[in-house]
């Protein structure tokens, strides 16, 4: 008998998830295919032939997002990140913070016993 309730129970759920997705598809139209939700990197004529004028606005991955350096430039980069760090103090020469009194956090306050 579990195992009739079991059944049911994912047969029940199969049925809604349908037909949620026939509503959602009435309302809203068929989901379009993931081949038309990105746009060619290779910019070349049959790419762009092969868009329809119906087809919807897609969006524009960027080229290159990240400039490339030269190899002076990054030595440069480096050169002022070791003279940034120089002057900080390593793990071992910092010390814990102890408060000299203690934070509010610990003070102990008195509360009503019918709380």
């Known amino acids: 008998?579990?195992?009739f309730k079991v059944g049911l129970v994912m047969l029940l759920g199969l049925g809604s998830t349908w037909a949620a997705r026939g509503l959602t598809d009435a309302w809203l139209g068929p989901p379009l295919p993931a081949t038309q939700l990105l746009q060619s990197s290779r910019g070349d004529a049959a790419a762009g032939a092969a868009?329809?004028?119906d087809a919807?606005?897609?969006a524009q991955a960027p080229t290159d997002p990240v400039p490339q350096l030269s190899r002076?430039?990054?030595e440069e980069e480096l050169r002022r990140a070791r003279a940034e760090?120089?002057?900080k103090p390593g793990a071992a020469e910092l010390?814990?913070?102890r408060p000299s009194r203690p934070l509010a956090a610990d003070v102990a306050i008195a509360m009503p016993s019918d709380i």
């Open 1 to 3: 008998m579990q195992a």
């Open 51 to 53: 868009a329809d004028a």
């Open 56 to 58: 919807p606005v897609q």
């Open 72 to 74: 002076e430039e990054l």
């Open 85 to 87: 760090l120089a002057g």
């Open 95 to 97: 010390e814990e913070f």
